[in-house]
Each structure stands twice: as structure tokens, then as C-alpha cells.
């Protein structure tokens, strides 16, 4: 088959550039009748099929790009000086095996509608097709080689837009264009909008025997994609033009779903209040306790710091999920403990619970229990000496402890995946955000929750450092008074 | 005194913030990613345009990702009573689990028949709403800045040049290319078995990708391609659809089909589902609308005729 490519290679165009004249003006003259023609009609595999031509522009040439305007979303080009463009591009990555003509095709979906422009991209050519009407209404001369070349340049630009990692098809050497919707060449026949189920139109591909007989198209031969796109008149094509730098920066805030921040502030929220009360009754407890329980008390207390967050999130989801009564009366009656935004919270306060217990029973223990004493000798009950005296002496400490254990809440992720998953709006929480974007590709959103979560961290620590040193303060001064 | 009552509003103020979040937080918790099971009775079929809300909740194959939102978006717009709730794309595996601890779905698309059959005898899917979606294909893909690696072969992993990432047991993309591995003696099953036979599970990474930092294993299709695009590993094994939802990645070449089971997605309504007819209608309408079908090519899914 080496001798129809040689004539096709653009080197040798200026040999034999008479004979391809002459070619051109007989396929001209047998355009109308190719218009006409039934689509079944099987033209033969080696002689241009009326209707036909090739283009040997060479590829470098067809990423000219200085007058062509791709459209921002990739669906539209056009081309200076063209009376045509395209428009709705789409790019199927994909066919289908389907029984065609007795044998397995290989097949593409167009639509429901014929009147698209169509390109079979396949090792080392391309096959276009322009329906007939289409290219007279459209102006566009499937025998003029600047119509074709314009038509190629604008596939390929459009083709490479589409790619998303595919193989592109701008460095095939041969493209055939054809009106007729069937066309044969390098062994394979196309089909080109045929209807092989009712109101629903493919593009067809099959590879011809040497008897003439159809066969399924080998691995070598099977195209790598297909493309379609709408011929439009150039003044009617929508293209949109390239946002700038700010239209692209407000056009990514804008299209981040912003759930996983009110997410992790109610999470959080929710989660400080609850840390902060049990953390405190805890320490406050385990003080009046004997001091055997004490230990034991102190270690059960701490064991959620200790495990994993991932172990801790597994034995959360054994308990309340529906491997026990508990879980199952939860899920029951329409309030489960696992999969939901409750879950979120429990994980979070359960992993910083121990932060907040132990530096609240280290600050209570480090009090002077004469102070005390001498409290209660004054008759002072013990919620008073809790509340008057305890906390405010202490509060130095249990400031940072509640520092801590809000840090620690806002950053959990091991059990809050495991316990509550990862729904979006309901348990997506800002760390889960950043690895589930950043596993799927999306880098720049995951750089984003980043900062936000830095700047929000920041804020709210310096915050409770600065209301920290107005207490320090005022302890300062009432001792130099 | 004034103080102790400024402190003292100060906490009552976030106690009752708190209070009105959590109010908030359950009242959608609760609700939002559990089917609606009051509407379910009203939603059958029936000749009059009046729909009562309806949410589906979907479990899908991590590779449908993309597509599959895509779909979601279409479908509502001709059919604006159905709204989804946050589908779940992990690996078929990790979605077994999910329906071992409790969660709720009603539609389950596995990428492989055997995690389908694991669902199937646990009982979490209707086996009479069961068929066949979409078939795939595996192929070697490095990341798109890697200039210096063209074209692979099993061939070439088998010689050891390339550090590689697989899925781990629960990822299908995982099974096949352990499969896969096996005809070049890569992988070693249990029983030996190799090729289309295998399992691409229990066993372990034999030959050039024995030694230790060869194979990087990860819990879903997505995670294989981000360590191939953020260059952590030189090849990754991953459906060819893959390559256009996630970019980044370049096919550098295609891992045989007959060395591994074909790659078929099953399909099926669940049994813990309440809107068993509206999550067929879904399914029935992305294997036959013409422009679902059009989205699925687009995104590189071969649909089973």
C-alpha cells in the first residue's frame, strides 16, 4: 500500500500537481452527481471517490494559529477570511462494536439529527465528511484546496482543544474529504449518518477483504476518535473570547461550592462547645475521685489521643453503626450516628476531647489547694469555688487547652472520613476538601482550602492569645496594686 | 461584678450559637443524604405531569466520575422532580464496604462482575435490576510532562525500568492489571493462575516489581492517576477513560485485553432503595437518551449494545 501514500506526501505535490488538476476538475464535474448518490453505494477503495479530495498541506502548516480564533470553550473556531466556521464541537473518545452489514463495525454516535461535519481520525489519515447540503449552503468547495485546508486547520485546532490527554490527529499526513456519505479508502470503508437504529444516526467504520466482502476493522485499523462539529456561517459563530486574568480568578471563586467551609465552622462550632464542657467536668471529676480510679479514669480519657484517628474513626463506626442496637435504634428512627453531620462532630470532639481534659486537670491540679481551703472554710460551696475561683485562676491554661483542642477538631480528618464519609454540603469538611480535590486532579481548589484554612487557623488563635494576654494583664496589674 | 456578667453573656451568646448550628446542621444532616421516604409512594409513573421531589443517592465506580455528573446535570433538566445527593465515586470495593456499614444508596455501579457478585450475596442490590453498562479499557499512562517515555509494554514493566501504581485489592483497575502483571510474571497468584483466569487478588508482586518503593498501591482509580500526573510513579494502570477525566496523563500503551477479565460495569437498583422505579428510569434513561449517550462517548465509556 506504500505506493498511493507516496503520491499522497506533499513533496511530491509540485510532480505531479498537473495530473492532480486534471483530477480536481473531473472530481468538480462529478460533484452534483456524488450529491445525489445513494448512500449505500460502495465507491471503489483505490480511485479518489467522486466527491473527493485530498489535501497535502504539510502538518506544520495546519498549527498556524495566527488566524484562527478558538473559542474559550473549546466549541467553536474561526477562521479568517473563511465564509464558513464550526460550532458545537464535540469530540467522542469512543465508539461501539455493533453488527453492521453482516459484520462487527465499528461505529460512532452522531445524534438525532443529520447535517453534521465529521471527522474519523485513524493511524495515518483522517476522513471528513461534510454533507452535501451542508456545503453548498455553508459555500464550502470540497474540491478547492483552500476550503479544505481551512476546513483541516480548524478540525485539528478544535481536535486538540478536545484532546483531554487523547491522541491528537494533527500529524497524519493524509486527509480525505468526501460529500458522499460513504467513502472508501486504504482498505476500510465509512459510513457517514447512517441511521442503524431509528431516529438515531452513527458514523460507521469497516474494513473491506479482498473479495469486496465487509469484515470487522483489526486493532491496527480501528480509528482513534471521532469528532463532529456544526458548519456555520462565519458571522454566526459563537465564540467566546479568553477571559483575562481577573474574569478567570472570579470565575474559579466563584465556581467553588463553598459548603466544606460552613461544614467544618458548624463542625467546629458545635464540636469547641461540647469539648469544652465535658473536657472541664472531666478534669473536675477525676479530681474528686480515689486516686486508684483516678489512673484508670485518666487512661480511658487520653486513649482517644493515643490511637490512630483512623482507629479511633473505625471503632466509632463499629459502635454506632449498625453492627450494634445502639447504632441500629439510631439509624431507626431517622437519626443515625454514622454517614451524617452528627457524625462529624462526635468524631471531632471524641479525637480532641483528651487535649482538653488534660490540660484542664493539669491547670486544676497545679492550684494552690490552700487557696481553696480557705475558700471553703468561708463557707463557699463547691459550684461557687468551681466557678469564682477555679476557672479564673486556671484560665491561663485551659485557654490554651481549648486552643488546642479546637485545632485539633478543625483538622481531623481520619475518623471524620471514616465515620461520616465524604458527602458534599452535609460531612465534606475542609481537610477532606483538600484530599479529595487534590487526589482527583483539582489542584488549584485544594491550594485554595489551604489558605483558607491557614488564614482561618491564624485568626482565631491570635485572637484567643490576644483575649489570653487582656487576662494576664489585668492579673498584672491587681498584683502590682 | 460587670465582668463576670460580660464572660458570662459572652458564653451563654456561643452556647446558643451553637445551639441554632447544631439545629441547622441536623435538620440537614438527617435529612439530606437518606432517600426522601415520604414522597417514594407518590413517585410511580403515572400520566399526569405531577412529580413529588425525588433525591437518589448513587454509588458509582471512581473512573464514572466526571461523566456521571455530567449525566446527573442532563437528566434534571428534563426531569427537574429528581435531584441528587452527593454521589459517591470510590473504588467498587471501598462502596461494598460503605453498604456493609450502613450507608444508604439506591443505584450501585461496580466496575468489575466480581465486586457486583460481592454485593449480590450480601444482599445489598436487587439482582433482578442487574445489567451490563459500559465496557473499558486498560492502559499504561505516565504524566504528560514526561517527555522521556514514549511507548511501554508489559514487557517493559516486567524488566524493572519503571516504578508503577496499581489499585489495591477493593479497585477493579487494581484486579485487572494484576492480572495483567501475572502473564509477565509480575504478579504471582495464590494458585498460580495467570492471565484472564486470575483473580488479581490475595496475592503478591513477584519478579521486578518484588523490591521495595516498586509498586505503589492506592485506594481508587483517581488516586492511581494523580501519583502517574504528579510524577510520583512513571507508569500507572488505569481505564482509558481515565485519561480524559482526569488530564495531566498521556497514553504511552495498551495493556492487552485478553491478558486480564474484560473490564464490564454492572449496573443495579439496590434493596435498601425507596424509589426503586425512579432509580430505574434513571438507568434506563443513561443507556438509551440520545444525549446521555453522546456524554458517555464524549467521556471515552463504550456502552454494551
Known sequence: MSDPLFWMFGGCMKRYAGLLVAACVVAALCLPGAALANGEDVGDGDVPHAGATSSSIPADEATNAEDLVVSADNAAVYIEGSPFALDSFMRAQVGGSRQIDGADGYCYYVGTAVGSVSMIACSGFAVVYVPADVAVSQGFDVSSQSDCSALRRALVALDEANANGGRLVADDANWYFTTASSYSVQGMEFGFDRELKSGQFYDTVLAVDVQGGYAAPSEAQKPSHACFAQMVPAGEVNIVAQPSWWESTVSFLGGIDYSPLWVTLKTTGTAIIFIFILGL??????????PRAQDIADSIFTIPMVLPPTVCGFLLLLAFGRNTPVGRWFIDIGFPLIFSWPATVIAAVVVAFPLMYRSARGAFESLDPDMLDAARTLGWSNKRIFFKLMLPLAWNNIASGTVLAFARALGEFGATLFLAGNYLGVTRTIPIA????????????????????IIFSFIVILFINLWGRRTMRYRKGAGER | MKKHTKAL?????????????????????????????????????????????????????????????????????????????????????????????????????????????????????????????????????????????????????????????????????????????????????????????????????????????????????????????????????????????????????????????????????????????????????????????????????????
Request: net charge negative.
Open chain 1, 434 to 453: 483538600i484530599y479529595f480535590e487534590w487526589m482527583n486532579g483539582d489542584n488549584a481548589t485544594a491550594i485554595f482550602w489551604t489558605v483558607v484554612i
Open chain 2, 9 to 305: 453573656a459572652a458564653v451563654l451568646a456561643c452556647v446558643a450559637l451553637a445551639g441554632v448550628f447544631a439545629l441547622a446542621g441536623c435538620a440537614s444532616g438527617g435529612a439530606s443524604n437518606q432517600s426522601t421516604d415520604t414522597s417514594s409512594s407518590q413517585s410511580n409513573s403515572s400520566a399526569d405531569s405531577q412529580h413529588s421531589p425525588v433525591t437518589l443517592q448513587i454509588f458509582a465506580a471512581n473512573s464514572l466520575s466526571k461523566a456521571m455528573e455530567e449525566e446527573e446535570s442532563l437528566y434534571k433538566e428534563s426531569h427537574s422532580w429528581v435531584s441528587f445527593d452527593d454521589t459517591q465515586y470510590k473504588s467498587s470495593g471501598e462502596l461494598n464496604d460503605l453498604l456493609a456499614g450502613g450507608a444508604s444508596a439506591d443505584i450501585l455501579i461496580s466496575a468489575s462482575k466480581g465486586k457486583m457478585d460481592d454485593a449480590a450475596t450480601a444482599g445489598y442490590i436487587d439482582s433482578s435490576t442487574r445489567f451490563d453498562m459500559f465496557k473499558n479499557d486498560l492502559v499504561m499512562v505516565t504524566s504528560e510532562s514526561n517527555t522521556s517515555l514514549t511507548s511501554c509494554s508489559l514487557a517493559d514493566v516486567a524488566s524493572g525500568k519503571y516504578k508503577v501504581a496499581v489499585g489495591d485489592e477493593s479497585v477493579p483497575a487494581g484486579n485487572y492489571a494484576c492480572q495483567s502483571l501475572s502473564t509477565v510474571g509480575c504478579y504471582t497468584e495464590p494458585d498460580g493462575t495467570v492471565g484472564s483466569k486470575a483473580t488479581g487478588m490475595g496475592g503478591v508482586f513477584s519478579g521486578a516489581l518484588a523490591g521495595s518503593g516498586m509498586v505503589s498501591l492506592q485506594t481508587s482509580v483517581g488516586n492511581v492517576c494523580k501519583q502517574a500526573q504528579s510524577g510520583d510513579v512513571d507508569i500507572a494502570f488505569v481505564y482509558t477513560s481515565d485519561v480524559y477525566r482526569f488530564g495531566g496523563v498521556k497514553v504511552v500503551g495498551t495493556v492487552p485485553a485478553d491478558t486480564h477479565k474484560p473490564i464490564i460495569y454492572p449496573a443495579a437498583v439496590t434493596t435498601r432503595t425507596t424509589n426503586a422505579q425512579e432509580s430505574q428510569d434513571f438507568l434506563n434513561w443513561c443507556m438509551t437518551d440520545s444525549t446521555a449517550l453522546q456524554v458517555w462517548q464524549k467521556w471515552g465509556f463504550e456502552m454494551m449494545s
Open chain 1, 281 to 290: 467536668a472531666a478534669a473536675y471529676f477525676s479530681l474528686r475521685i480515689p
